[in-house]
């Protein structure tokens, strides 16, 4: 089975604190993305990777940066958390072959709140 | 450019009732369709998959068939249960895009 992981469930940051959430999968993905999940928004992507040091910025890059350092791990970072980042992040992974037609499995979440 | 429309509930049922959950899309090529569930807490996982006109997906009594004279993708079970009480995408994505998501609908399955 895929397994993509979220360093954490919950997170309680405040304003202007530079945050990390950290994504990892074990299927030897090619593809990993970052989402943030909005009541009434639904998904939005953030930012993407296709191969290691590799980004393209999604719909909703603005405030985000992300790194990709080994093929495995994907991590966003809020360079100074505000309020209006508090959201549900969510991280997927996929393979490269048929991209863009290929499944995206998904890690359980990090609810960050921004106080 | 791409979208995907989905009712957005709540849909609240009985137990062994019928449910069919819509969902349209609008796309320029030719796309595959996806049903992901989330259970409460939880990431999203994927439900079923249709990758061309006509196709089928099934997984766990829910079921879907892409048409695409009506650009739809409806997700239907036929008799839902408590545990099935979770939050439906509509997702579509084509060669070289990225995932398109509808904006989610909330079942409720009443005991």
């Known amino acids: 089975d895929v397994k993509v992981t979220q360093s954490s469930r919950y997170l309680v940051k405040r304003t202007g604190e530079k945050v990390f959430l950290e994504c990892v999968q074990d299927?030897?993905?090619?593809?990993m993305f970052w989402y943030r999940q909005d009541p009434g928004l639904g998904l939005r992507l953030i930012y993407f990777s296709y191969d290691v040091k590799m980004k393209e910025k999604g719909d909703i890059p603005e405030g985000y940066s992300v790194s990709r350092e080994k093929k495995e791990r994907f991590s966003l970072i809020l360079e100074s958390a505000s309020t209006n980042q508090t959201s549900m992040y969510l991280c997927a992974s996929s393979t490269l072959q048929g991209f863009g037609t290929d499944t995206q499995y998904f890690g359980p979440g990090t609810r960050l709140t921004v106080l | 450019g791409d979208s995907v429309t989905q009712m957005e509930g709540p849909v609240t049922l009985s137990e062994e009732a019928f449910l069919t959950i819509n969902c349209t899309y609008t796309a320029t090529g030719y796309p595959s369709l996806f049903w992901y569930v989330q259970y409460p807490g939880e990431g999203l996982q994927l439900l079923l998959k249709?990758?061309?006109?006509?196709d089928k997906g099934s997984n766990k009594g829910f079921e879907a068939t892409y048409r695409k004279e009506t650009t739809s993708f409806h997700l239907e079970k036929g008799s839902v249960q408590v545990s099935d009480s979770a939050v439906y995408f509509c997702?579509?994505?084509?060669?070289?895009?990225?995932?398109?998501f509808g904006p989610g609908t909330r079942l409720s399955v009443l005991p």
């Open positions: 997702a579509l994505t084509a060669y070289g895009q990225n995932f398109v």
């Open positions: 249709a990758t061309k006109a006509d």
């Open positions: 299927m030897d993905h090619e593809n």
